[in-house]
């Protein structure tokens, strides 16, 4: 063993002030068996079910002279033939003119943010959009960057009017502005209000020298026709210039397409150093992206989508009915903002955010570990800065069973706390 180094005890001593200040992420372990998942992202338990890798066999069999590598680049020793069929397959389920493949959706949102806006033009993006879209508007050339507050139209309007007072081109229609959301929000669950930003932003910028940028990692899979994602449940496809839909979430793989333009692929192919300096993908990932689109295309996903949204309703309609919720939500013992409401939308989302009282959700999070439910936990980047809770995953495979058994262990664990909290301001009122 080396000895320790000044490298390595700045190391050391970084990590201790990052645990110091409670901020340090310790990745859980693995599973035990016999744990329900509620906090992976295979929402339509594609992967889990090994559903995904029969067809990945079946895939891998209809290509069998396959070749595993990309032996380069993509841009320098140009793309397989199955890469470039794989893209043009994708494009046409989405409805899209053209989809570039990147390695992940992190990579795809750094890849657009970073080389296609241009000096003079401005990006409107929602405060909770994706840290992979922040990283990559923030190494971009924009002239500016406005932030509005989350899914609020009023804010969206006056962010728009601020570039317009701001920047005279903008209102001139000499420069654009980007709008950058995501379909479904993961830190907090809930769906961007895209019909009222569309028509807010055709009506404040009559030039329609605009383009919606919408991250569709949530919904890919799970809405629109053969599970093509928001946009297309809608039949916004054409009011949205560009859409980035990833594989590691409902897809059960890894991997994004940024759909668009013929041009927009050309500028990507151009001008993304994530594109250009690096190697393209590898067989047995594309046939993994292929085999889980013949699965969402079809009616196995048309079954699973079904059963995901009949499972989240029942964990509403369970928590709803619940008896102890008036009163553990009274005493501030847990939030879900997302039940508010939950019969009127059209569709839901897999997440659930619950939010507990500061310096709780750890306890919540091990009692639900203890009892074999592993849900995502803690405070920033799972749920928003500032604010603690766990996210609840619901996926097509989980049971009505191990919902209601999930709901139990979260109200028990509630009532403990209520109990203790109703005693200790008793106790403050002797
Ligand atoms: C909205 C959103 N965009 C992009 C990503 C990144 O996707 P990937 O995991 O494929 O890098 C995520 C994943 O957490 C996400 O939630």
Redesign the pocket.
Known sequence: MNPDTLFDQQLRNSLETRRRQGSLLIPPSPPAPGTVDFGT?DTLSLSSSRVLSHEFLREIEKNSGFAIGSAGGRVGGGPSAYLTETENYIASVHGAESATYFN??????VAFWSSIPKKGDVIIHDEK?????NDGMRKGRASALIRFTHNDCDSFSESIKSACRKFPDIAAGKAVILFAV?S???ISGDIVPIHRFVITASELLPHKNYAFVI?E??SNGLVGPNGSGFASFWGLEAEMAIR?H????ALGV???VVLGSQDVKLALLNSARNLLFTTGPIFPVLAAIRASYNLITGQEGEKRRESLQKNVLHFYRSLEGHPQLERVSRLGILRVPLLAGWEERPFQTPIVVVYTQDGKSSSLANELERQKYRVQQGGYPFVPRGLEGIRIMIHADNTEQEIEGLLQAIMAWSCAHAEATTKAELRNKL
């Not at 992940?104 to 949102?109: I, L, V």
């Not at 990833?246 to 979430?249: A, I, L, M, V, W």
């Open positions: 992202n992940s959706g992190y990579e795809a949102n959009v994706h840290a992979s879209t995501d479904f929000y993961s991250d990692a949530h980035i990833t594989f590691g979430k890894t991997g994004a």
